[in-house]
């Protein structure tokens, strides 16, 4: 089955500063990545997702990267603002071409930007 | 658009009882549920795929007598905890994906359960 790696586990970054977090997934079936934020007791959110035929997505402050043949992916913050502060969870789904893809998480990261 | 509703966000109950926590899909269908749950500080994990009108797919490890599923709609899927003990305390929350859609997941606010 499919395993998502996550790195780093927590990011300190200075407000304005930009923030990368990487992830690794194994499964080369894999070809849908999201990338999901998740604040304190809430639900998470789906800030950006690529899919496997394009290699970079763009979105206001953040950008996501996708290399196949590595099998990684990152996500890009740029002006890092106070309210980014939360769990950042990257995700992979194998698909199968079924309704039933599992979307498995990476470990997340704790994003602390300081004022 | 895409909102999903999670019931109840918090419950506190007896070593023993069952819970039943529920997920609906307010303005979309759903024939696939997923259930995940989540430890303090850590990520989500898979507990099973809930198949509208079929059993429920669990993942390895997870015990299909203990956290039954039940998705009767397209839009209702229903976990239960059964006999709960303090160790099946944590937060539980569901995702649903559009009927048509092979990818984006959207998630319910979470249950969080707390075992006496």
């Known amino acids: 089955g499919e395993n998502v790696e996550q790195h780093p586990s927590t990011l300190s970054v200075q407000e304005g500063d930009s923030a990368v977090i990487k992830c690794t997934y194994s499964?080369?079936?894999?070809?849908?990545f999201p990338w999901y934020k998740q604040e304190l007791g809430k639900r998470p959110q789906l800030i950006i997702d690529i899919r496997s035929n394009v290699g970079e997505k763009k979105d206001q402050r953040i950008a996501v990267t996708l290399n196949k043949t590595a099998k990684h992916f990152s996500l890009h913050i740029t002006e890092t603002q106070p309210e980014d502060s939360a769990v950042y969870f990257c995700?992979?789904?194998?698909?199968?071409?079924?309704?039933?893809?599992?979307?498995?998480f990476g470990t997340g990261t704790l994003l602390a930007v300081q004022p | 658009g895409a909102v999903v509703s999670q019931h109840p966000s918090w419950v506190i109950c007896k070593s023993g009882t069952s819970v039943k926590i529920e997920c609906r899909s307010l303005d979309f269908q759903a024939t696939t549920m997923f259930w995940y749950r989540q430890f303090p500080k850590q990520s989500l994990m898979l507990m099973a795929t809930s198949n509208e009108g079929s059993k429920a797919t669990y993942e390895q490890g997870v015990e299909k007598d203990k956290f039954l599923i039940n998705h009767a709609s397209l839009t209702l899927s229903t976990l239960t905890v059964t006999s709960a003990h303090p160790e099946d305390s944590s937060f539980y929350i569901c995702?649903?994906?559009?009927?048509?859609?092979?990818?984006?997941?959207?998630f319910g606010s979470g249950t969080q359960l707390s075992v006496l």
């Open positions: 499964d080369s079936a894999s070809n849908y």
């Open positions: 995702s649903a994906r559009p009927t048509g859609l092979n990818e984006k997941l959207f």
């Open positions: 995700a992979a789904t194998p698909n199968y071409g079924g309704a039933t893809n599992k979307l498995i």
